[in-house]
């Protein structure tokens, strides 16, 4: 049952006493519906983008033992809204002997195919504005209209960095694309199902139900498409299209402005894109620990919202916490060269995610569920997820405390600020 | 079903909304002084030495090439993936995964293919007329 339909039909019995099924003019209130519920996600679209670029640009100066924005509002929280208002004062500059169109529709095609992944990320159980039975499909298909964006944006421009910068974008994500699709096919062999709310709904709330525990090679598969999902984001270390120190740019170097903007706008969403699809192939999407969504979707009134609200904030809380650890990678990792980039791709990636569908394609057919050797399996790889986990925060930790015991011998006082807080 | 679709329509058209809307607001307060030198390309502050419409290495040509063979794949493979998990459930598991991993190993020997003529390496030697490197 689709959620906006469902909720359209409610108020129409509820406003206008009609059968939203033989009703005639019940097109106008279900498109109104959709506009809402469009205009919300472009809301959160914003809300995400621009203060994630923020704590981007924090969490780098942290890496890097510097301050990074901290001058508009508290912390530089406002940094981004004043970045924004900036980019919307400046003047638009189509370079000349450009293709004018082109260069003008390029942004539309990057922003509109980010966002129309937006349509079958679902945000909690009933959360989502459209749950496609062909959603994971559909988000694969529907990104790659940000390809056309940026080849277009870098032939339209006809400057050599651009056009440079978007061959190696298209040649870049189009590679990529096949090693996170077949990832992702993985969890379709598992599920048996396509749809996202589907996939959600084949794990649980516990760690042990999500699918990354259930089989090493869906483990395997978790990784493989998070690599695959920073490159197809064009994140460091694959962020050839726009390397600073060899290409300017990239494929945005002639534009300026608003029009700029929207190519970041569509990158930073993108973290939350590729972090949302991970957390709902790999990590148990919305799901409540020890709360069926069947018995979410049987209460009513106030109970029925805070579970909405409590599966919002787990999927919040398992995407967000992946975003960070995407920005954390970005001040960490070198950049690759691009026959490194590329070779990565085609000779690591693919391979192995090929390995990938036949090992989870056997395990399906030899491993019975629930029998000795799949609990033995899930509990080996809990335990081993466990400890990338800790080796992860203990990693993170211990540089901490050198940055810090470093700087208190050089200035011969105690470090003052937490590690979330810079001067 | 309809719905569904018709919601992505939606969507599609509000976020070319939105990008349009924030463009066309700004032309009323951003500011408009067209300067020859501002229209210039950016080519490292020397001045741009001929079009930037020209030939380019294809090798980004042979790795679209093999990215579209993938790609069909991808596309045909996944509804099939849809249904393995029901056929191995029936009892039918061995023409479920023969099936899907025929069709893998296929694309495999090709990508094999493609990695021994040495189409994925970047620095790669220029063949000869007769074929010699």
């Known amino acids: 049952m689709n959620v906006v339909q469902h909720a359209a039909d409610r108020f129409m019995r509820w406003a206008f006493s009609v059968d939203p099924s033989t009703w005639p003019h019940a097109w106008v209130v279900y498109l109104a519906f959709m506009l809402v519920a469009a205009v919300v996600a472009v809301g959160f679209v914003a809300l995400f983008a621009g203060p994630v670029t923020w704590i981007e640009r924090r969490v780098a100066g942290r890496i890097m033992s510097r301050i990074g924005p901290n001058r508009v509002g508290p912390q530089g929280v406002l940094q981004w809204l004043a970045d924004g208002i900036k980019c919307f004062l400046k003047e638009d500059l189509v370079p000349e002997g450009a293709d004018r169109t082109l260069f003008r529709i390029a942004p539309y095609f990057v922003f509109g195919g980010m966002f129309g992944a937006f349509v079958v990320l679902p945000f909690g159980v009933h959360l989502v504005a459209a749950d496609l039975n062909v959603g994971l499909l559909y988000v694969l298909a529907v990104t790659s209209l940000v390809v056309v964006g940026l080849l277009m944006a870098g032939w339209a421009s006809n400057s050599k960095w651009a056009l440079f910068g978007g061959v190696r974008s298209a040649a870049q994500l189009v590679s990529y694309e096949i090693p996170s699709a077949f990832a992702l096919m993985t969890v379709i062999l598992f599920a048996g199902t396509m749809s996202m709310q589907g996939v959600v709904a084949a794990q649980g709330g516990f760690p042990w139900d999500w699918f990354v525990f259930r089989n090493p090679f869906l483990f395997a598969a978790f990784f493989l498409y998070f690599t695959a999902a920073i490159a197809e984001g064009n994140r460091t270390p694959f962020d050839l299209p726009e390397a600073e120190s060899e290409l300017v740019a990239g494929y945005n170097v002639e534009y300026s402005g608003m029009r700029y903007l929207f190519f970041m706008f569509a990158e930073w969403a993108n973290l939350w894109i590729m972090s949302a699809v991970a957390t709902v192939c790999f990590l148990g999407g919305w799901q409540i620990p020890g709360v069926s969504p069947a018995h979410v979707a049987a209460v009513e009134g106030f109970a029925f919202v805070g579970w909405e609200a409590l599966s919002f904030v787990i999927f919040a809380a398992k995407a967000s916490t992946l975003v960070i650890i995407v920005v954390q990678l970005r001040w960490t990792v070198p950049r690759l060269r691009i026959d490194q980039l590329m070779f990565t791709c085609w000779k690591y990636l693919v391979p192995l995610s090929f390995a990938c569908i036949l090992g989870v394609l056997a395990l399906m057919v030899v491993v019975r569920d629930g029998g000795t050797v799949d609990l033995a399996l899930r509990a080996a790889l809990l335990i081993f997820g466990f400890w990338v986990v800790v080796e992860y925060a203990r990693r993170i930790r211990r540089t901490y405390l050198a940055d810090k015991a470093l700087y208190e011998r050089m200035e011969g006082k105690k470090l003052w600020y937490p590690p979330y807080r810079m001067p | ?133």
């Open chain 2, 1 to 133: 079903m309809q719905f569904d679709f018709a919601t992505v329509l939606v969507f599609l058209l509000v976020g070319a909304g939105f990008v349009f809307i924030a463009l066309f607001v700004g032309r009323f307060l951003r500011p408009d002084l067209p300067d020859p030198q501002k229209a210039s390309v950016y080519e490292c502050g020397e001045r741009a030495i001929g079009s930037g419409w020209f030939n380019f290495n294809p090798r980004f040509y042979l790795m679209a090439l093999v990215f579209i063979v993938f790609d069909v794949e991808v596309a045909l493979t996944f509804p099939v993936a849809v249904v393995v998990r029901d056929w191995i459930e029936s009892g039918r598991a061995l023409v479920a995964v023969a099936e899907i991993a025929l069709f893998l190993l296929v694309l495999a020997a090709a990508l094999a293919y493609v990695w021994g003529k040495g189409h994925l390496d970047w620095i790669r030697d220029i063949e000869g007329p007769e074929g010699e490197e």
